[in-house]
C-alpha cells in the first residue's frame, strides 16, 4: 500500500484518535476529510487491533478511486490527490500515533483491554530497555502487569528467538499448579511465588488472559 512506509511502526492512541475527531462505527475508529476541493473523500480506519485502511472515494459516484493507493500508478492529477491524502494521514500521525514497541498482535489485545478496562496507560520506566513496561494501579500505584520482550530460552524452551511476554500476580498455590513450561512458564525477572510469565504468542487464548490480568489487578490492591 501506497502508505506503508508513512504507517510503519505506528501504533494508535486511542483516545486521542477520539480527540481527533474519529467515530467509533461498530467498533472501528472512523475519521474522513473532503479533499482535491471537495471532489473526494479521503477515509482513515483504525480497527481494534491497530490495522488501519485507507479509501478515496468519489464523491460524485459515491465509488472508491483505487488509482492513487497503488504505488506503480503516476500522473499529475493522481500525484494531488495522493499529496493530499498523505498530509491529512501525516496530520493523523503526529496527533494520534506512537511508536509501535512491541509487534505481537496478542500483545496489542492485551494493551487495549488494559487501556478499555482500566484506562491504563503503559509506562516505559528504563531508557535502556525500551521494550519493557509497567502498568500499576492507580490506587496504591502497585504494578499489575509487566509486558517485556525476551529471548525463549529465558523462559526454559529451546530457542534463542525473540517473543512478548506479560508477567502477572497469582496466587501462590495456582502458580505452582498451572506451571507447565509450555502456556505458563515460572516468572522472568520477577518473585516466581507471586508472578508468572505468560508468551503472548497467540497460545493462550485472549480471553483466558484477560481473566489472569483481572486477577492480578485484584492481588494486586492486597500487597
Known amino acids: ?16 484518535l477520539s ?3 474519529f467515530e467509533v462505527q ?20 483504525v480497527f481494534p487491533d491497530g490495522k488501519i485502511k485507507t479509501q478515496v472515494i468519489d464523491l460524485a459516484t459515491k465509488d472508491e478511486y483505487v488509482l492513487p493507493l497503488i ?4 500522473g499529475g492529477f493522481i500525484g494531488k490527490v495522493r499529496l493530499e491524502c498523505l498530509d491529512v494521514l501525516q496530520k493523523i500521525i503526529d496527533n494520534c500515533f506512537a511508536a509501535k514497541i ?12 488494559i487501556k478499555e478496562k482500566y484506562q491504563h496507560d503503559l509506562e516505559f520506566l528504563w531508557p535502556k530497555s525500551p521494550q519493557s513496561a509497567i502498568v500499576r494501579r ?7 502487569a509487566v509486558i517485556l520482550g525476551v529471548e525463549k530460552n529465558k523462559l526454559g ?5 525473540k517473543t512478548e511476554i506479560i508477567n502477572l500476580r497469582g496466587r501462590p498455590e495456582e502458580i505452582k499448579n498451572i506451571i507447565d513450561g509450555k502456556k505458563y512458564f515460572a516468572c522472568y525477572h520477577m518473585n516466581k511465588k507471586y508472578w508468572m510469565s505468560i508468551c503472548l504468542d497467540g497460545s493462550v487464548e ?3 488472559i484477560f481473566a489472569r490480568i483481572d486477577e492480578s489487578y485484584v492481588l494486586a490492591k492486597k500487597h
Open 71 to 74: 504505488e506503480s500508478v503516476s
Open 157 to 161: 524452551l529451546d530457542s534463542e528467538e
Open 102 to 113: 512491541f509487534k505481537s498482535p496478542s500483545t496489542a489485545q492485551v494493551v487495549r483491554y
Open 19 to 21: 480527540a481527533f475527531g
Open 26 to 45: 461498530d467498533g472501528v475508529y472512523v475519521y474522513s476529510r473532503a479533499i482535491v476541493d471537495k471532489q473526494f473523500d479521503f477515509v482513515v480506519n
Open 206 to 208: 485472549p480471553d483466558e
Open 138 to 144: 492507580a490506587d496504591n500505584k502497585k504494578w499489575y
Open 1 to 16: 500500500m501506497i502508505f506503508d512506509d508513512v504507517l510503519k511502526n505506528k501504533t494508535p492512541l486511542y483516545d486521542k
